[in-house]
């Protein structure tokens, strides 16, 4: 089904062994709407992400990315067709420069391969699509740093920026501001919001602290114990009295 939804997920359920870690989810991301999944600690919610990502085959159900059946799709295919999940700090090559981490996957989606890397260093044309790349998450005064140096915020910036080098239609980020203190959190809150509307991506962002996502996300889908439990506007999640139940009936903090 065509359709200006860039993602449907229909009831998805994923167990693993015994245990249903997702239970007859249905979810859909409308292009150009920020769009965030929140749920408590265990909730599924990085289930749901290596779902969509194909990471996992869902137990039941289905995932259609732009009007096509993608249900079952490698993680690489899927990045081919502008799909892409932020692959966590692990993916970074530490030891490089800011620059060297973005040219590399610009590299390899203009098909150019991996082995003649000493020669693309020197790449012009690299140079200057990673620089464009690097100003959309500000981090274009450090480009010539080796990525180690970096604060962990920054880092993780850099990852944002690797995620989207490769051009996506629609980037999955599990929860980007983990591990960040709260000034942290806030700039790449603000960063997220700021390229869901200044680029043609869309972005649908996991949280688990709900407060994060109330000024910025423009619709909120609530999972709770693997069940879609509520979605709506910030305003309606903010006060649906099954939201704040969940959350306060885990512990506080999460
Ligand atoms: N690979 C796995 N094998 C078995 N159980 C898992 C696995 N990954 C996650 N779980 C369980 O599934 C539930 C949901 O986990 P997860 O998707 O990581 O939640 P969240 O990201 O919302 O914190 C948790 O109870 C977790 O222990
Ligand atoms: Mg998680």
Redesign the pocket.
């Known amino acids: 089904m065509a359709s200006e939804n860039i993602l449907e997920v229909r009831n998805v359920t994923h167990r693993?062994?015994d245990?249903i870690?997702l239970k007859d989810v249905t979810i859909t991301v409308p292009e150009e709407r920020l769009t965030a999944l929140i749920?408590p600690?265990?909730?599924?919610?990085?289930?749901?992400y290596n779902v969509v990502s194909g990471k996992y085959r869902p137990s039941r159900g289905s995932i259609i990315f732009n009007g096509v059946n993608v249900t079952g799709y490698s993680p690489h295919k899927l990045s081919l067709m502008g799909l892409s999940r932020s692959f966590q700090i692990t993916n970074i090559f530490h030891e490089l420069t800011v620059i060297e981490n973005v040219m590399i996957p610009i590299a390899l989606h203009e098909g150019k391969g991996f082995y003649f890397w000493t020669k693309y260093r020197k790449d012009r044309h690299l140079f200057n699509e990673a620089m464009k790349v690097l100003s959309l998450v500000g981090l274009e005064d450090v480009y010539a740093r080796v990525t180690r140096e970096l604060s962990y915020g920054d880092r993780r910036l850099v990852e944002i920026a690797i995620v989207l080098a490769g051009k996506p239609q629609l980037v999955l980020l599990d929860e980007p501001t983990a591990g960040m203190t709260p000034e942290e959190t806030e700039k790449m809150v603000h960063l997220i919001k700021n390229l869901a509307t200044t680029t043609e991506t869309t972005f649908f962002f996991?949280e688990?602290d709900m407060n994060v996502v109330f000024s910025v996300a423009e619709y909120i889908y609530v999972?709770h114990q693997?069940e879609l439990l509520a979605q709506g506007k910030p305003e309606d999640i903010r006060a649906d009295p099954k939201v704040r139940e969940a959350y306060l009936g885990g512990s506080l903090d999460t």
């Open positions: 693993y062994g245990f870690a749920g600690n265990g909730a599924g919610k990085t289930t749901f996991t688990h999972l693997g």
